[in-house]
């Protein structure tokens, strides 16, 4: 058996043969009528003439249709008299294998029919009890179909008069099985008001009633899915919604025929290698499929996940890696894979290119079905890094809900959300270069929170204080000045002239010390100009280049860009000024400058440098003139001069670095100002921070804006509790990312490699709202109080230099701050619960009902097993309606090893396989639809004969 199971069908379940009393041409024959209905594509119809069944004439019908594949059912029409205006029509319809003779002995025994022989009525003058031969007809194994809607004699002929009218009403509509309808628009009133008030929905046909075959015609043609058999028809009842339709055609024929590469025909497998009887495997497989729901199904290892897996690999679909059946450890291996080939057959007549079983997929082919392999679901429902692979899915998905004018030429969600956040990005990197300055700010400061910054501090105030207890010792002792005494007029002229040349020494000395001063501060205006002038420059290309990019746009938005945005930049004002201030550098540093040969030169004319060098001469001579207790009293005073400026160059001051009161200052501020101003860095790199949150909340919008589609379609669907957000999410590898910067090996709130992450992710990630300016700012001060204390359970809140438990501050600083761990995603949400905080289970589902009822492709839709991860109430509520709702959109090959599903899913074909373990693994299959017997029987096998399983769909297996 191979075939591809339910398909649909026209049928005609009313129709008459010149064995009705009034039909009009008596001289048709039975071979007329069977080859109008085949040019009319009749695939089955019922004999269905007034209260008589010609036992000749049908079991003629029925070999002249085998003959030309159609089915022709035994029926027979009977009035009832409901004592309304008209009496009500309703008709049995019996197996093509029934014992026709038995039947049809059976009514006209039992009911008022016997009187047209006994009596000498007419056929039109009889009326049957509707209860009673209703009754009867199911106990003769029959089906009942009766008029309705405004058909004449219809049901709802049956008037209120009589006893308990209205419940009797309800009684004989849920006893028959199916109404015939006098026109289409009759559906939409039985839908919204019949079947709601008697709790059971009755499939509705139209026929044809036809008296004359020469001129058959329909009011609207009559479809039915299924086997072309009776029993097709009777397990169709089961679905009335899906299995019975009226018009043109049903939308899946349309759809395929419209898209005909987007349907699996056949999938077919070959060896193509050597022949080995031991492993036989695929020899000259060719399973057809049909273009709705298609089940697989088997036992464990029948090769079930093979069947999906070739399917995938001939049409290019993903999650290669996830494949069970063609994986490089099982049947890839080498002498297995390579010696079969397969191609898949689409319904334009289109084949993939045949491919050996060891064929590795391209990623960059264009896939041709949609293949969820179930260790795909496992790591989805199971895996916390494959949620961010899941939204990048839903962002596929998403971009498929924009309207085209809306995606502005964009091919990809990526590139649109690109277009739309590519100013914010910019200021985002803007704030970020800012953040990067502050932490080097930051980092300089914290160094100083280091126990032997303060140590080294302490150590070298020690040593500069031994320095000058120690000079304090060499001071020289002091010398009488002889001028208390009499001196002779030449050594006060000398010393007069000493005095003055001191005074000028002095005078020059300061003047260097100044000029020096003016270089330096000049050269840090000139650094800082030069640095002015680059970014001014920088950003001014940027504008004009802003500018000209955007004319093209202002042109067509009809306005002048010009009066909006007006730049100039004139960089020579810049460099003029940085030019005079190295101009008035150079010069002055002639100044300090000592000049070559300037013992020869003028006095006047020498550089300051120089001037300085002629008196230190100068000085120098006539302290060698001096003789006795002068000169003893001029040495002290050198002595003493100089032994003032160690002291001087020891103590120092705020400013000179490595001096004394440089360092006790130094020492002052780590005590006084140094966490003030370190706080103070903090808080402004926070503040930058959240500024790059509002900034990525601006990109975050650009989402919103773009699920705008989706949600609409979500709130309109009957998908209870399913939602889609967009939030900021923070990224998987964010916790590892911090923990590779901290030295888990020292003393502090992460220590120790579990511990550590436990302390991070509970105290600090779990806690934080990402959307939440307020809790991402909590976050950041939180962190670093963390690094800065030991915050251990247990710990004495001891503070820890962050510098000795981190590895490099800057890419931890840059990475935190600067927030890119945080990005705007897509989530799924069940009842608010977003993806993290859903159960595998509740996962699984979720990820199901994505594909099932959100995705947009057409292309065919392979799910490997995908029960294996879903609770019952998920396959229940989830799994079964949505597969339902999808097979209306896309063909789906389901792949289980539950056939339930197949059942209660309403499975168009089922395919059962199997490897013959005792014939070399020889892979062999059987395929039909559920209707057919021997697929129940497969299904029944699979169940392992526990027929109670079915209960939910009893009537639609026909097991003894």
Request: aromatic content about 8%.
């Given at each position: 058996?191979?075939?591809?199971?339910?398909?649909?069908?026209?049928?005609?379940?009313?129709?008459?043969?010149?064995?009705?009393?009034?039909?009009?041409?008596?001289?048709?024959?039975?071979?007329?009528?069977?080859?109008?209905?085949?040019?009319?594509?009749?695939?089955?119809?019922?004999?269905?003439?007034?209260?008589?069944?010609?036992?000749?004439?049908?079991?003629?019908?029925?070999?002249?249709?085998?003959?030309?594949?159609?089915?022709?059912?035994?029926?027979?029409?009977?009035?009832?008299?409901?004592?309304?205006?008209?009496?009500?029509?309703?008709?049995?319809?019996?197996?093509?294998?029934?014992?026709?003779?038995?039947?049809?002995?059976?009514?006209?025994?039992?009911?008022?029919?016997?009187?047209?022989?006994?009596?000498?009525?007419?056929?039109?003058?009889?009326?049957?009890?509707?209860?009673?031969?209703?009754?009867?007809?199911?106990?003769?194994?029959?089906?009942?179909?009766?008029?309705?809607?405004?058909?004449?004699?219809?049901?709802?002929?049956?008037?209120?008069?009589?006893?308990?009218?209205?419940?009797?009403?309800?009684?004989?509509?849920?006893?028959?099985?199916?109404?015939?309808?006098?026109?289409?628009?009759?559906?939409?009133?039985?839908?919204?008001?019949?079947?709601?008030?008697?709790?059971?929905?009755?499939?509705?046909?139209?026929?044809?009633?036809?008296?004359?075959?020469?001129?058959?015609?329909?009011?609207?043609?009559?479809?039915?899915?299924?086997?072309?058999?009776?029993?097709?028809?009777?397990?169709?009842?089961?679905?009335?919604?899906?299995?019975?339709?009226?018009?043109?055609?049903?939308?899946?024929?349309?759809?395929?025929?419209?898209?005909?590469?987007?349907?699996?025909?056949?999938?077919?497998?070959?060896?193509?290698?050597?022949?080995?009887?031991?492993?036989?495997?695929?020899?000259?497989?060719?399973?057809?499929?049909?273009?709705?729901?298609?089940?697989?199904?088997?036992?464990?290892?029948?090769?079930?996940?093979?069947?999906?897996?070739?399917?995938?690999?001939?049409?290019?679909?993903?999650?290669?890696?996830?494949?069970?059946?063609?994986?490089?450890?099982?049947?890839?291996?080498?002498?297995?894979?390579?010696?079969?080939?397969?191609?898949?057959?689409?319904?334009?007549?289109?084949?993939?290119?045949?491919?050996?079983?060891?064929?590795?997929?391209?990623?960059?082919?264009?896939?041709?079905?949609?293949?969820?392999?179930?260790?795909?679901?496992?790591?989805?429902?199971?895996?916390?890094?494959?949620?961010?692979?899941?939204?990048?899915?839903?962002?596929?998905?998403?971009?498929?809900?924009?309207?085209?004018?809306?995606?502005?030429?964009?091919?990809?969600?990526?590139?649109?959300?690109?277009?739309?956040?590519?100013?914010?990005?910019?200021?985002?990197?803007?704030?970020?270069?800012?953040?990067?300055?502050?932490?080097?700010?930051?980092?300089?400061?914290?160094?100083?929170?280091?126990?032997?910054?303060?140590?080294?501090?302490?150590?070298?105030?020690?040593?500069?204080?031994?320095?000058?207890?120690?000079?304090?010792?060499?001071?020289?002792?002091?010398?009488?000045?002889?001028?208390?005494?009499?001196?002779?007029?030449?050594?006060?002229?000398?010393?007069?002239?000493?005095?003055?040349?001191?005074?000028?020494?002095?005078?020059?000395?300061?003047?260097?010390?100044?000029?020096?001063?003016?270089?330096?501060d000049r050269n840090y205006l000139i650094v800082e100009a030069e640095k002015l002038n680059r970014d001014l420059k920088n950003k001014y290309s940027e504008l004009v280049s802003v500018i000209s990019e955007g004319n093209d746009v202002a042109n067509k938005c009809g306005f002048d860009i010009s009066k909006a945005i007006h730049v100039e930049f004139d960089e020579s004002v810049i460099c003029s000024s940085i030019l005079s201030l190295k101009e008035r550098n150079e010069k002055d540093a002639k100044l300090i400058k000592v000049d070559e040969g300037w013992e020869k030169k003028e006095y006047e004319l020498l550089s300051s440098a120089s001037k300085l060098e002629s008196l230190k001469t100068q000085i120098k001579a006539i302290h060698s003139e001096f003789t006795g207790e002068q000169k003893a009293f001029q040495d002290y005073l050198s002595a003493l001069a100089e032994w003032e400026i160690r002291k001087s160059e020891i103590e120092g001051d705020s400013e000179t670095a490595d001096s004394l009161k440089y360092m006790q200052e130094k020492?002052?501020?780590?005590?006084?100002?140094?966490?003030?101003?370190?706080?103070?860095?903090?808080?402004?790199?926070?503040?930058?921070?959240?500024?790059?949150?509002?900034?990525?909340?601006?990109?975050?919008?650009?989402?919103?804006?773009?699920?705008?589609?989706?949600?609409?379609?979500?709130?309109?669907?009957?998908?209870?509790?399913?939602?889609?957000?967009?939030?900021?999410?923070?990224?998987?590898?964010?916790?590892?990312?911090?923990?590779?910067?901290?030295?888990?090996?020292?003393?502090?709130?992460?220590?120790?490699?579990?511990?550590?992450?436990?302390?991070?992710?509970?105290?600090?990630?779990?806690?934080?709202?990402?959307?939440?300016?307020?809790?991402?700012?909590?976050?950041?001060?939180?962190?670093?109080?963390?690094?800065?204390?030991?915050?251990?359970?247990?710990?004495?809140?001891?503070?820890?230099?962050?510098?000795?438990?981190?590895?490099?501050?800057?890419?931890?600083?840059?990475?935190?701050?600067?927030?890119?761990?945080?990005?705007?995603?897509?989530?799924?949400?069940?009842?608010?619960?977003?993806?993290?905080?859903?159960?595998?289970?509740?996962?699984?589902?979720?990820?199901?009902?994505?594909?099932?009822?959100?995705?947009?492709?057409?292309?065919?839709?392979?799910?490997?097993?995908?029960?294996?991860?879903?609770?019952?109430?998920?396959?229940?509520?989830?799994?079964?309606?949505?597969?339902?709702?999808?097979?209306?959109?896309?063909?789906?090959?389901?792949?289980?090893?539950?056939?339930?599903?197949?059942?209660?899913?309403?499975?168009?074909?089922?395919?059962?396989?199997?490897?013959?373990?005792?014939?070399?693994?020889?892979?062999?299959?059987?395929?039909?639809?559920?209707?057919?017997?021997?697929?129940?029987?497969?299904?029944?096998?699979?169940?392992?004969?526990?027929?109670?399983?079915?209960?939910?769909?009893?009537?639609?297996?026909?097991?003894?």
């Open positions: 058996m191979n075939s591809k199971g339910s398909e649909w069908n026209r049928w005609d379940l009313h129709f008459h043969t010149p064995s009705s009393y009034d039909y009009k041409d008596k001289k048709i024959s039975n071979v007329d009528i069977v080859n109008e209905m085949k040019r009319n594509s009749i695939a089955a119809f019922a004999v269905t003439d007034h209260h008589v069944i010609d036992i000749d004439r049908y079991k003629e019908l029925k070999t002249l249709g085998e003959k030309e594949g159609i089915t022709v059912l035994p029926g027979i029409e009977f009035l009832s008299d409901a004592r309304g205006k008209d009496p009500v029509h309703f008709i049995g319809v019996f197996p093509e294998d029934s014992n026709i003779e038995h039947i049809w002995g059976q009514i006209k025994h039992r009911t008022d029919i016997n009187k047209v022989d006994s009596e000498g009525l007419r056929e039109n003058q009889v009326y049957c009890d509707l209860k009673d031969t209703i009754g009867l007809v199911k106990e003769l194994g029959g089906i009942v179909t009766i008029h309705a809607g405004e058909k004449s004699g219809t049901v709802e002929n049956i008037t209120h008069s009589l006893p308990h009218g209205t419940a009797q009403k309800t009684e004989i509509a849920k006893s028959v099985d199916i109404y015939e309808l006098g026109k289409e628009s009759d559906q939409d009133g039985y839908r919204k008001f019949v079947f709601p008030n008697i709790g059971k929905t009755i499939p509705m046909i139209i026929c044809s009633d036809n008296h004359n075959i020469h001129k058959y015609q329909i009011k609207q043609k009559l479809w039915i899915k299924g086997e072309p058999s009776f029993k097709g028809l009777k397990y169709a009842l089961n679905e009335p919604e899906s299995r019975f339709y009226i018009g043109d055609e049903p939308e899946i024929l349309k759809r395929v025929r419209d898209n005909p590469t987007k349907y699996i025909k056949s999938i077919n497998i070959r060896r193509t290698g050597k022949e080995d009887t031991s492993s036989i495997w695929f020899e000259d497989v060719s399973i057809p499929m049909n273009s709705e729901l298609v089940t697989v199904i088997g036992h464990k290892g029948s090769g079930k996940s093979a069947l999906s897996d070739i399917l995938a690999i001939c049409s290019d679909a993903e999650h290669s890696d996830d494949y069970i059946f063609l994986h490089k450890q099982k049947f890839k291996k080498k002498g297995l894979a390579d010696r079969f080939s397969a191609f898949v057959e689409f319904e334009s007549g289109k084949k993939s290119e045949e491919r050996l079983l060891t064929h590795i997929i391209d990623e960059s082919q264009e896939r041709l079905v949609r293949y969820l392999p179930q260790s795909y679901f496992e790591k989805v429902c199971n895996e916390i890094d494959k949620v961010d692979a899941f939204r990048a899915e839903i962002e596929k998905v998403v971009f498929q809900y924009v309207p085209t004018e809306k995606k502005m030429g964009q091919t990809t969600f990526e590139e649109l959300i690109d277009l739309k956040k590519r100013s914010a990005e910019k200021e985002i990197h803007h704030i970020h270069e800012e953040i990067l300055e502050l932490n080097d700010e930051i980092i300089k400061l914290e160094n100083q929170f280091d126990p032997n910054y303060r140590k080294n501090l302490l150590s070298k105030i020690k040593v500069k204080e031994d320095e000058l207890t120690a000079h304090e010792s060499l001071k020289p002792e002091t010398v009488e000045d002889p001028s208390k005494h009499e001196e002779s007029e030449d050594t006060k002229a000398k010393k007069k002239a000493l005095g003055e040349l001191e005074s000028s020494k002095l005078a020059l000395e300061k003047e260097i010390e100044f000029i020096t001063k003016e270089i330096s020492l002052a501020y780590l005590d006084k100002n140094l966490e003030s101003d370190i706080n103070g860095k903090r808080d402004l790199r926070i503040k930058k921070s959240i500024n790059i949150l509002s900034k990525k909340k601006e990109i975050q919008e650009f989402y919103e804006e773009i699920k705008e589609e989706i949600s609409n379609k979500l709130s309109q669907s009957d998908v209870s509790g399913l939602s889609i957000a967009s939030s900021f999410y923070c990224s998987n590898e964010f916790k590892n990312t911090i923990l590779r910067n901290i030295k888990q090996n020292r003393t502090g709130s992460f220590y120790g490699s579990e511990d550590g992450s436990t302390l991070l992710q509970e105290d600090l990630i779990a806690s934080t709202n990402w959307n939440d300016e307020m809790s991402v700012e909590t976050f950041l001060r939180r962190f670093i109080e963390y690094l800065e204390f030991d915050k251990r359970a247990g710990s004495k809140n001891d503070k820890t230099f962050i510098g000795e438990i981190t590895k490099d501050r800057k890419e931890l600083y840059s990475y935190i701050f600067g927030l890119s761990f945080i990005e705007p995603y897509y989530d799924l949400r069940q009842k608010g619960k977003s993806l993290e905080q859903l159960s595998p289970g509740e996962k699984g589902a979720l990820l199901l009902v994505f594909y099932l009822v959100l995705d947009k492709e057409d292309i065919p839709l392979i799910i490997d097993q995908p029960e294996d991860n879903l609770d019952n109430n998920s396959v229940a509520k989830v799994l079964v309606p949505y597969i339902k709702e999808a097979k209306k959109l896309r063909q789906i090959i389901m792949v289980t090893h539950n056939p339930n599903l197949a059942v209660v899913a309403d499975s168009e074909q089922v395919i059962k396989v199997g490897i013959d373990k005792e014939n070399g693994n020889e892979f062999y299959f059987i395929s039909g639809g559920i209707e057919h017997p021997k697929i129940n029987e497969q299904i029944v096998e699979v169940l392992e004969g526990t027929i109670p399983a079915f209960s939910l769909r009893k009537d639609k297996y026909q097991i003894a």
